[in-house]
């Protein structure tokens, strides 16, 4: 299961709503979510991946995606939240292959730099899953002190080899993330492996925002995602994230350490840490000159971009629209879109 919605609106102005970030090319010449299906393909087939996302974007990430069955791809109404998300996914992966089929949940808009290793963290967490019908989270092992990630304080280990969870941590100080950090807590990737009737028995347990629309929806077996019953369900549903409906309440977790070199490619910035440097010590797409200039970000979809002199900012061009701003400040361009004329930001 792909999670693909949303806008990425840091990714300003490249992104937009009809071309978000997951479907941009910002780590190499593919899309994020074309490296996410093809770091996947080798132990899931594409006739078994679905992909959510928005009904603005399906046709999008049905280009984006080849050999990914149209049904696959599922439009949310409206946005819930990844609880019932992920429990409406659930449910149309048991309607179609029973509820001990094993569903492992990814975002399309992260950089892996270890395929291999990310692929043999996902069949660990499977192994636990199917142990002990436990719901398991891939827990990253951090390199840094990031305020702005989750963490994970990781318990005793069981049997299967998964660990205990003590506590969530939702998005701490910087002091704190640095205590963290050699405490050792793991960042809280989104990264999930359960039975979905193990994930569904413990929504039903455990989380009432979504149950009630869900069990309203028993019995329904032939609609499958595009009938009515969805439209329905997707209305009934209070919003609420995984993490705080369902994992933080039960007792049935369990966390693999996983140490891949992900990100979640959240800014501009942080291109300096999923791409290479070039020769000149500046991260860049497309026609850049740089001359004593380094640690830029430089995405060039259009025309010519000349650096001199200058070091630590983001420049982006795309038709009809130049961006500049620092490294810095390339994480606040929320703010900054708040802040700008509603014809700017129509012109990108």
């Given amino acids: 299961m792909i999670l693909a919605g949303g806008v990425g609106s840091r990714f300003w102005p490249l992104s937009t709503p009809d071309r978000p970030k997951q479907l941009l090319p910002l780590v190499n010449d593919a899309s994020l979510l074309a490296n996410t299906l093809s770091r996947l393909e080798p132990i899931i087939p594409r006739e078994q991946t679905l992909i959510l996302t928005t009904a603005l974007l399906r046709d999008a990430v049905a280009a984006s995606a080849p050999g990914i069955p149209r049904e696959n791809i599922i439009a949310e109404p409206r946005p819930i939240g990844t609880a019932g998300a992920l429990a409406w996914a659930a449910k149309e992966i048991s309607r179609r292959s029973g509820d001990d089929a094993v569903m492992m949940c990814v975002h399309a808009d992260w950089a892996i730099g270890d395929d291999n290793a990310f692929r043999d963290a996902l069949l660990a967490a499977e192994t636990v899953a199917g142990s002990e019908g436990a719901l ?14 989750g963490y994970i304080q990781p318990g005793e280990r069981t049997e299967s080899g998964g660990l205990k969870v003590r506590r969530f941590v939702e998005k701490p100080t910087r002091e704190r993330a640095e205590w963290m950090l050699h405490e050792g807590y793991l960042w809280n990737s989104g990264i999930f492996v359960w ?31 595009s009938d ?27 966390v693999i ?10 800014t501009w910035a942080s291109l300096r840490r999923v791409k290479p440097e070039n020769n000149t010590g500046n991260v860049t797409a497309g026609q850049v000159y740089a001359v004593d200039s380094a640690g830029n970000v430089v995405h060039a979809e259009t025309g010519t971009v000349v650096l001199y002199g200058v070091s630590d900012l983001v420049v982006v061009t795309k038709a009809g629209m130049t961006l500049v701003t620092t490294t810095e400040r390339s994480q606040d361009l929320k703010a900054l879109l708040d802040a700008l004329p509603d014809d700017v930001k129509a012109a990108t």
């Fill in 195 to 225: 039975r979905v009737g193990d994930f569904l028995a413990e929504i039903r347990a455990v989380t009432p925002e979504v149950s009630v629309a869900l069990d309203a929806q028993t019995g329904n077996r032939s609609g499958g995602t």
């Fill in 136 to 149: 398991v989270t891939v827990g990253v092992v951090p390199t840094r002190a990031d305020p702005g990630l």
């Fill in 228 to 254: 009515g019953g969805a439209q329905r369900y997707f209305e009934s549903v209070t919003p609420i994230s995984v993490d705080v409906g369902v994992l933080e309440r039960s007792g049935r977790v369990r």
């Fill in 257 to 266: 350490p996983g140490d891949f070199g992900w990100d979640d490619v959240g």
